[in-house]
C-alpha cells in the first residue's frame, strides 16, 4: 500500500525568501503525485502533479515541485514567499491510473506554512 | 476542473441527530467521493460514490453511520447518522478527473459540523 510522510508539520520562512515543504513517498509502482493548498474555512485547491515526464513540475500561485525517484522524493518549492501562501499543505499520491481513483489516493498529514512579514 | 458547492457550509448539530450533506458538480462525473478532515488531521476517505450502484465504504466506515446516495451524475448526499462529539470534522466531497489530466481531484469547499 502507498503511504506518504510530510516530516514537517510547520514551516516559518519570511517574505520573500524562498520556501520548501517536504514530502516523501511510499509506492508499489510508478507514482502519480500531487499537491494541494487549503486555506483557512476553505476546500483544498489543487496546485500541482506529476504523472511522467520532467522532473521539475511548475504549477499554481507560483510553486513548483521537484519529483526525485531515487529519493523517493516530491518537495514543494517556491523562489519568493509571500504571506498569502500561508496556508495548510498536503502532498497526496496514488500509485496506478485507473477509474478508481479515491481507493488509492493517500494523502500525507499537511504542513501548515507561515509566511512572516 | 469541476467546480463543486456543497450545502451546508456549516452546523453545529445535537448529540444523536442526523445531517445530511449535499454535494452539487457542474458537470457530470462518474465517480464522486466524500472525506473526513478531523480537527488538525489530514482527509481520510469515507466512502466512493458511483451513480447507480452502492456506495463502497473505506475500513472503518459503514453504511448505517453514512448512508450515501447518488441519484445521478452531478449530485450526491452523504447523512452523518446518530452523531457524537467525535462526528465533529470537515466533511468535503470531491470528484476525479481522468485522461489526460491525469487523475487528479478537485474537492469541495467542505462542511464543517460540531456536534455538541
Known amino acids: 500500500a502507498q503511504s506518504v510522510a510530510q516530516p514537517e508539520d510547520q514551516v516559518n520562512v519570511a517574505e520573500g525568501n524562498p520556501l520548501t515543504v517536504k514530502c516523501t513517498y511510499s509506492?508499489?509502482?510508478?507514482?502519480?503525485l500531487f499537491w494541494y493548498v487549503q486555506y483557512p474555512n476553505r476546500g483544498l485547491q489543487f496546485l500541482l502533479k506529476?504523472?511522467?515526464?520532467?522532473?521539475l513540475v511548475k504549477g499554481s500561485y507560483g510553486f513548483e515541485a521537484e519529483f526525485n525517484k531515487s529519493q523517493t522524493s516530491f518537495h514543494l518549492k517556491k523562489p519568493s514567499a509571500l504571506v498569502s501562501d500561508s496556508a495548510l499543505y498536503f502532498c497526496?499520491?496514488?500509485?496506478?491510473?485507473?477509474?478508481?481513483?479515491?481507493?488509492?489516493?493517500?494523502f500525507g498529514p499537511g504542513t501548515r506554512l507561515s509566511v512572516l512579514p | 476542473s469541476a467546480v463543486i458547492s456543497q450545502k451546508p457550509s456549516r452546523d453545529i448539530c445535537q448529540r444523536g441527530t442526523s445531517l445530511t450533506i449535499q454535494c452539487q458538480v457542474d458537470?457530470?462525473?462518474?465517480?464522486m467521493f466524500w472525506y473526513r478532515q478531523q480537527p488538525g488531521q489530514s482527509l481520510t476517505l469515507i466512502a466512493t460514490?458511483?451513480?447507480?450502484?452502492?456506495?463502497?465504504?473505506e475500513s472503518g466506515f459503514v453504511i448505517d453511520k453514512f448512508p450515501i446516495s447518488r441519484p445521478n451524475l452531478t449530485f450526491s448526499t452523504l447523512t452523518v447518522s446518530n452523531m457524537s462529539p467525535e462526528d465533529s470534522s470537515i466533511y468535503l466531497c470531491?470528484?476525479?478527473?481522468?485522461?489526460?489530466?491525469?487523475?487528479?481531484?478537485?474537492f469541495g469547499p467542505g462542511t464543517r459540523l460540531t456536534v455538541l
Open positions: 470531491s470528484v476525479g478527473r481522468g485522461g489526460r489530466s491525469g487523475n487528479e481531484q478537485f
Open positions: 509506492v508499489s509502482g510508478n507514482p502519480y
Open positions: 506529476y504523472i511522467t515526464g520532467d522532473n
Open positions: 497526496a499520491v496514488r500509485d496506478a491510473p485507473g477509474a478508481n481513483y479515491g481507493q488509492n489516493f493517500v
Open positions: 458537470s457530470q462525473v462518474t465517480m
Open positions: 460514490a458511483n451513480q447507480g450502484s452502492e456506495a463502497t465504504y
